[in-house]
């Protein structure tokens, strides 16, 4: 049965941004406006939108207002600018802003100026937006071959409609499989310290009727001894061109006990997220978050004032660990450095 979910956790309307408040779901369904890029950056920077292809989109729209405001080059570089510095590791946000600022160049050189300037690159940042959800539509049908009927399948982080322009990624391949008339269900890790996964994959796969059961970060390796894991699908933030593959912290160690326990690993990211200008996983920039997203929890403080405490946001998971990397312009199947360049070359 087809889902119709029809999820995005990003409004443009009317040149207005609005953003799902993802700090508070699931027990609060917010949405909050952002008025100037800098209101955008901080978004951004402080998680109310998050997900890799969301925060290109999100930062997209963010240029798309700033030339609204003043349409002009400066306008658009200054605005890139600060919205580069909010995050470091998803690399659709940089892939995003540079498809802006190319646009915005071409704009000028063909005299296109003011309102026409503005409303050129609105459509632009639309375009960037439908583009992604048509781009998740097309990973998920093709991950969906990956998944048997009947499969019991782990993710990690929330790499779903909540983290895309819709539909998502890895939560688009189960949704393509439960659509193609499998059977599954999820087991979504938590995601310290975050929670990604008990707050925004249980409550997106519970509105879409997909069954989920959510199990803390150091409960996959019993499941998976205990034979209760088929396949295991995630997103990622920042691809190499070797196929090595930057997610939420965490994946790594997932990565490492599914090769254990010989179940299939499989990546689900768009195109946008392979960055070819590295060459493997250790060039990959790590984002270091705030000490206090991991000594306090819901706002609680659980470790002794003043201990020190270590944040790296994200992993990497080497490419030999990876069974398909599942684009929206095919699977990359190991060697993933040939397979990866050939999707280019289409
Ligand atoms: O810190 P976050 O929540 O932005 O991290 C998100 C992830 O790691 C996702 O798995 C990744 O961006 C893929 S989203 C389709």
């Avoid at 027990?27 to 925060?55: F, K, N, Q, S, Y």
């Avoid at 998740?136 to 779903?160: K, Q, S, W």
């Avoid at 205990?226 to 939420?248: H, Q, S, T």
């Avoid at 978050?289 to 270590?310: D, I, K, L, M, N």
Wanted: proline share 5%.
């Amino acid at each position: 049965m087809p889902s119709n979910f029809h999820l995005s956790p990003i409004r443009w309307v009317g040149g207005r941004l609005s953003l799902l408040e993802q700090r508070k779901l699931p027990l609060v369904e917010e949405w909050v406006e952002c008025h100037d890029v800098e209101e955008v950056a901080r978004a951004i920077e402080t998680m109310v939108v998050r997900g890799a292809p969301a925060i290109g989109i999100t930062a997209a729209y963010g240029i798309a207002m700033a030339a609204a405001a003043a349409p002009t080059l400066a306008s658009v570089s200054a605005a890139r600018e600060r919205l580069a510095r909010t995050r470091p590791t998803a690399v659709n946000l940089f892939w995003a802003v540079e498809r802006m600022a190319r646009v915005a160049e071409k704009l000028v050189s063909e005299g296109v100026a003011g309102a026409a300037f503005a409303a050129a690159l609105a459509r632009e940042a639309e375009a960037i937006h439908r583009e992604d959800v048509e781009g998740n539509e097309r990973m998920g049908r093709l991950g969906a071959a990956f998944v048997p009927d009947g499969a019991r399948i782990l993710t990690h982080c929330n790499a779903g409609a909540l983290a895309t322009g819709g539909y998502g990624t890895a939560l688009g391949v189960i949704r393509a499989a439960r659509d193609a008339g499998k059977k599954v269900a999820v087991f979504a890790d938590e995601t310290r310290p975050f929670l990604q996964g008990a707050r925004l994959t249980a409550w997106e796969l519970a509105r879409d009727n997909i069954p989920v059961t959510v199990i803390s970060d150091n409960m996959s390796g019993h499941l998976f001894s205990k034979g209760e894991i088929d396949l295991v699908v995630v997103g990622a933030d920042r691809i190499a061109r070797n196929g090595d593959a930057a997610n939420k912290i965490g994946t790594y160690t997932v990565a490492v006990l599914a090769a254990a326990h010989s179940v299939p690993f499989y990546v689900a990211a768009p195109l946008s997220t392979i960055d070819r200008a590295i060459e493997n996983g250790s060039k990959i920039p790590i984002e270091e978050r705030s000490e206090a997203e991991v000594t306090s929890f819901a706002g609680v403080q659980v470790a002794p004032h003043g201990v020190r405490a270590r944040h790296p946001a994200f992993d990497v998971t080497p490419a030999r660990y990876i069974a398909a990397i599942v684009t929206d312009a095919g699977v990359a199947a190991p060697p993933c450095e040939r397979t990866i360049a050939e999707l280019f070359e289409k």
